[in-house]
């Protein structure tokens, strides 16, 4: 069974752009969530989608945003870049929707913000 | 609101030695709990978790933790260290209810392992 799958692997934006990362899920796993791991502020929870509906969300400002689609699939998007949003994106995908259950992490996308 | 503290954010071992490395929660009701370990350039990838039942789980490449309730605590261990395990290790707690599958990090300890 492929695991979760997460592109593009590295990204380099410059401050003020706006980007889209995608995470595809392991098949069958209706639950896709999005962390940020940074340095200094370590593994932070954005936002949780389970059938197709935002069910949890994270401490972050409005320009982070998420949306997950028919087939699981989800993408988070962050508009107006600002330095500090380089960091190493990690979406993690679950059957249900019930934190008991394991969670399986993508390799993450590398954002580079310049 | 649930928090991690994972204390030591670097333990070094000798190869063949105890690993321990230490977590303790805060919550007012038990939550599920969990280690994960990060290699280089890796995402997580879970090594057990507690959620109900026995208080000593057993995981994968020879970890084990204890749930001890008493002392909000949840510990990692290895009896025989490997080259092949350092790496970063954190422990996470999630909601019993209502909190879907958000989960909750500790800083991260980053584990060597020397010959």
């Known amino acids: 069974k492929a695991g979760v799958t997460q592109t593009p692997r590295y990204l380099i934006k410059t401050r003020g752009q706006q980007v889209t990362l995608s995470c595809s899920p392991i098949?069958?796993?209706?639950?896709v969530s999005w962390y940020q791991q940074t340095p200094g502020q370590g593994l932070q929870f954005l936002f949780e989608y389970f059938s197709e509906t935002q069910r949890n969300k994270g401490n972050f400002p409005g320009r982070f945003s998420g949306r997950q689609f028919s087939n699981s699939r989800s993408e988070m998007n962050v508009s107006t870049l600002e330095l500090g949003d380089s960091a190493l994106y990690l979406c993690a995908s679950s059957w249900l929707g019930d934190s008991s259950y394991e969670q399986y992490f993508g390799p993450g996308t590398r954002l580079t913000v310049t | 609101a649930q928090s991690v503290t994972q204390l030591g954010s670097h333990v070094s071992v000798s190869e063949g030695a105890l690993v321990l490395l230490r977590c303790n929660y805060s919550s007012s009701v038990p939550p599920y709990l969990f280690w994960y370990v990060q290699y280089p350039n890796q995402g997580l990838q879970l090594l057990l978790k507690y959620t109900t039942g026995a208080t000593l789980v057993k995981g994968i490449n020879g970890f084990e933790a204890e749930f001890k309730k008493s002392e909000t605590s949840f510990h990692l261990t290895k009896p025989s260290a490997h080259m092949s395990d350092a790496a970063e290790y954190f422990c996470a707690v999630s909601p019993l209810t209502g909190g879907g599958n958000k989960l909750t990090f500790g800083t991260g300890t980053q584990l060597k392992v020397e010959l």
């Open positions: 098949s069958g796993h209706r639950s």
